[in-house]
Nanobody, 124 residues
Framework: QVQLVESGGGSVQAGGSLTLSCAAS????????MGWLRQAPGKEREAVAA????????FYARSVKGRFTISQNNAKNMVYLTMNNLKPEDTAMYYC?????????????????WGQGTQVTVSS
């Protein structure tokens, strides 16, 4: 089992920045791939960024590429999502998630473990 705890959400104006943090209870094979996923009201959950914790490869959804950066601190079992140039359409509940498998890093259904989420609200 893996416990994931997110922090760092909040309200910001369009064009602003936020950094989300995710603390994982373990760094074993269960967290080979870590991702940030979001769900806006009335919309399906989507993966916006992912990282292979072993090699550091990163992946981004087209909607956030160039604005969001996923990073990690392996020593602290932490994963971060730095979000710049935020837009109102980025408003959503953001979840940290983990899975043991490599491959399909932006496939929501692949993720086994989820945090409780942190709300991000971007006003125009």
């Amino acid at each position: 089992q893996v416990q994931l705890v997110e922090s760092g959400g909040g309200s910001v104006q369009a064009g602003g920045s936020l950094t989300l943090s995710c603390a994982a209870s373990t760094d074993n094979y269960l967290t080979n791939c870590m991702g940030w996923l979001r769900q806006a009201p009335g919309k399906e959950r989507e993966a916006v960024a992912a990282i292979y914790t072993g090699g550091g490869s990163t992946f981004y959804a087209r909607s956030v590429k160039g604005r969001f950066t996923i990073s990690q601190n392996n020593a602290k079992n932490m994963v971060y999502l730095t979000m710049n140039n935020l837009k109102p359409e980025d408003t959503a509940m953001y979840y940290c998630a983990a899975k043991p498998t490599i491959g399909l890093p932006l496939q929501v259904s692949e993720y086994h473990y989820w945090g409780q989420g942190t709300q991000v609200t971007v006003s125009s």
